[in-house]
């Protein structure tokens, strides 16, 4: 039974620790986008396009007048649900 839980516990962590960086990864493109970083640098690339493909269902969600609300509001919100949703699956994996 131990080696269950111990199972259960690690895989929680796993998707604890997935969803954490998903967000990691769309709070990082928020910032690199207010700060205007340099967008033909490998980093900035590479980080954006990880960021439009995790947020592709929020992203345009919002028509703000403003295109760094936007950026915030749909990257944001993606961020959040994997968040919340990745938390609540590891909570609920390591409770079985």
Request: aromatic share 14%; glycine share 8%; charged share 10%.
């Amino acid at each position: 039974m131990s080696r269950y839980r111990t199972g259960a516990n690690q895989a929680g962590t796993v998707v604890a620790i997935v969803a954490d960086v998903m967000a990691f990864i769309l709070g990082l493109w928020i910032l690199m986008y207010l700060l205007d970083a340099n967008r033909a640098n490998s980093l900035v690339q590479f980080v954006h396009d990880a960021a439009a493909w995790l947020a592709g269902w929020s992203h345009d969600l919002f028509t703000f007048d403003e295109a760094w609300a936007r950026v915030v509001a749909g990257y944001g919100l993606a961020a959040v649900v994997y968040l919340f949703v990745g938390h609540a699956i590891a909570s609920r994996m390591q409770r079985h």
